[in-house]
C-alpha cells in the first residue's frame, strides 16, 4: 500500500538513495533539503520526487514545511529522520557554536518533524518513525563528541517514544550505519580509506547508500508492524551491540 513519506535531508547521499528506494516501493515521496537548489532541483528532474526547502533545526519551518507537504501529497505515514551535519573539532577547540549547529539539527531536528506529525499519525491509528543514527553514536568518536552525543541522543528518542507510539499503531525505529560509499565518505584520502577504515569492517569494503535504503522500505512496510523501538545496525560487522 502507498503512503506519503516524507525523508529529510532526502536529495544526497543516503537521503537520496532512500526517497528513491520508497519510492520504488509504491509510496509518494517528498524530499526535504535545506541548502543546494541545484542538486535538489536536478534530484527532482532526475527522480520526479517533489522536494521541499526548510531547515530542520528550525521547528516553525518544520511545521510550516510539513503543512505544505500535506496540503499537496496528503497526510504523512512515513517519516523518515535523515538529514545531518558534521561539526568536527577536537573537544578542547570545539566552539560552542560548533556544539550547538550539531546538536540542533541531528537531535532537535528528530523532535521538531516528528512533533508536528505525532498527533495526525496517532489520530489515524498508523506511523512509520525511522531515524537515521550513525554507528559513532553507539561507540564515540574522536573529534565528534557533538555528532555521537547527537546520535546517541537519537536511539534514546528512538526506544522513548516507540513505547508512546506503540498502542497508536506507530513504529519508531533507528537505523545506525557504519561506513557508507557516499560522496563525503569517498572524498576521504584514498591511503586512509584503505588502511585505516576499511580494515576495521569486517566485510572488507564500504557501505552502499542503497542498503541502508533497503532497510527504510523494510521498516516503514506495514508488514513491519511488531518491530519498533529497535536499532538496526548496518556497519559490516564493524560494531557489534
Not at 523532535?111 to 491509528?125: C, E, I, Y
Not at 498508523?126 to 546520535?151: D, H, L, M, T, V
Request: aromatic share 6%; with cysteine.
Amino acid at each position: 500500500m502507498g503512503r506519503v513519506a516524507v525523508v529529510t535531508g532526502g536529495t544526497r547521499g543516503i537521503g537520496a538513495a532512500i526517497a528513491k528506494a520508497l519510492k520504488a516501493a509504491g509510496h509518494t515521496v517528498a524530499a526535504n533539503y535545506a541548502g543546494n537548489d541545484e542538486v535538489a532541483n536536478a534530484f527532482a528532474a532526475e527522480t520526479g520526487i517533489k522536494v521541499f526547502k526548510w531547515d530542520v533545526s528550525d521547528y516553525e519551518a518544520c511545521k510550516a514545511g510539513l503543512a505544505q507537504v500535506e496540503a499537496e501529497l496528503g497526510p504523512v505515514e512515513i517519516l523518515v529522520n535523515n538529514a545531518g551535519i558534521t561539526r568536527d573539532a577536537m573537544f578542547h577547540k570545539m566552539t560552542v557554536d560548533q556544539w550547538k549547529a550539531v546538536i540542533d539539527t541531528n537531535l532537535s531536528g528528530l523532535f521538531n518533524m516528528t512533533h508536528p506529525v505525532w498527533p495526525g499519525m496517532r489520530d489515524r491509528k498508523f506511523g512509520r518513525i525511522i531515524n537515521i543514527s550513525s554507528i559513532n553514536g553507539q561507540k564515540g568518536q574522536a573529534g565528534q563528541a557533538n555528532y555521537s552525543a547527537a546520535k546517541a541522543g537519537d536511539i534514546g528518542f528512538t526506544k522513548a517514544l516507540a513505547q508512546e507510539g506503540a498502542r497508536a499503531g506507530i513504529t519508531v525505529n533507528v537505523i545506525t550505519p557504519g561506513y557508507i560509499g557516499t560522496e563525503m565518505v569517498r572524498a576521504i584520502d584514498e591511503k586512509v580509506l584503505n588502511e585505516r577504515i576499511i580494515p576495521q569492517i569486517p566485510v572488507g569494503r564500504l557501505g552502499e547508500p542503497e542498503e541502508i535504503a533497503r532497510c527504510v522500505v523494510f521498516l516503514a512496510a506495514d508488514d513491519a508492524g511488531f518491530i519498533t523501538g529497535s536499532t538496526l545496525s548496518a556497519n559490516g560487522g564493524q560494531y557489534l551491540t
